[in-house]
């Protein structure tokens, strides 16, 4: 069964870090490219950041989080990571992450979805 479970998210306080986990099961991890989407309250679902198959040599960035986030991707665990760095409440969403063989940047066409984690971001 293919699946991707996301874990780390949790509440925190604005300027502090967090870092998801997307463990991919059920298919050659290393053959996808993975992105990271959030959806906040009442807004529609937003490209985060994205890493290509196999060895993660492209990365892109929302402009949002350029800077503060960090995208990468550990093989051997069939695992992607997003490190959060100085969060502010515009962050607060649940975060999702995705695969797909094809490499789009910041697109959305990904055929594999995880069920998201919370992060809330609040002093």
């Known amino acids: 069964q293919v699946q991707l479970a996301e874990s780390g998210g949790g509440p925190v306080q604005p300027g502090d870090s967090l870092r998801l986990s997307c463990v991919a099961s059920?298919?050659?991890?290393?053959?996808?490219?993975v992105g990271w989407f959030r959806q906040a309250p009442g807004k529609e679902r937003e490209f985060v950041a994205a890493i290509s198959s196999p060895t993660g040599g492209s990365t892109h960035y929302a402009d949002s989080v350029k800077g503060r986030f960090t995208i990468r991707r550990d093989n051997v665990k069939n695992t992607a990571y997003l490190q959060m760095n100085s969060l502010n409440a515009e962050d607060t969403a649940v975060y999702f992450c995705?695969?797909?063989?094809?490499?789009?940047?910041?697109?959305?066409?990904?055929?594999?979805w995880g069920q998201g984690t919370r992060v809330t971001v609040s002093s």
């Open positions: 059920g298919l050659p991890f290393e053959e996808y490219s």
């Open positions: 995705a695969a797909d063989r094809r490499w789009m940047e910041g697109g959305h066409s990904y055929g594999i």
